[in-house]
Nanobody
Framework: VQLQASGGGLVQAGGSLRLSCAASGRAFSSVAMGWFRQAPGKEREFVAA????????YYADSVKGRFTISRNNAKNTVYLQMNNLKPEDTAVYYC????????????????????WGQGTEVTVSS
């Protein structure tokens, strides 16, 4: 699976952005997908994930209620809708694909994800 993230940019606090992650390969529809982020000087952290069929989602507490992850398997794309953005959301955002197919739940650790996109930068000004 090859992943290409896009949609980042500069936005004021309280604004919204939608990130997209386009995948190549037929395996996309069989694996869970996650979004992670890495702020300068910090470790990469989990943001959100969705199961292979889209039926289950999971969010980090810091984004719950503001971010929504979704996927369109027909378009081989996963999305991250980010609303009410805060300066602390500033980071490079990465999409990633689970290392195992058809898992019934999502995974949080970065080590569970085998494929990573190149990242898209999000900057939230105060």
């Amino acid at each position: 699976v090859q992943l290409q993230a896009s949609g980042g940019g500069l936005v004021q606090a309280g604004g919204s952005l939608r990130l997209s992650c386009a995948a190549s390969g037929r395996a996309f529809s069989s694996v869970a997908m996650g979004w992670f982020r890495q702020a300068p000087g910090k470790e990469r952290e989990f943001v959100a994930a969705v199961t292979w069929g889209g039926g289950t989602t999971y969010y980090a507490d810091s984004v719950k209620g503001r971010f929504t992850i979704s996927r369109n398997n027909a378009k081989n794309t996963v999305y991250l809708q980010m609303n009410n953005l805060k300066p602390e959301d500033t980071a490079v955002y990465y999409c990633a694909a689970d290392s195992l197919a058809f898992r019934p739940n999502v995974r949080v650790p970065t080590s569970e994800y085998a494929y990573w996109g190149q990242g898209t930068e999000v900057t939230v000004s105060s």
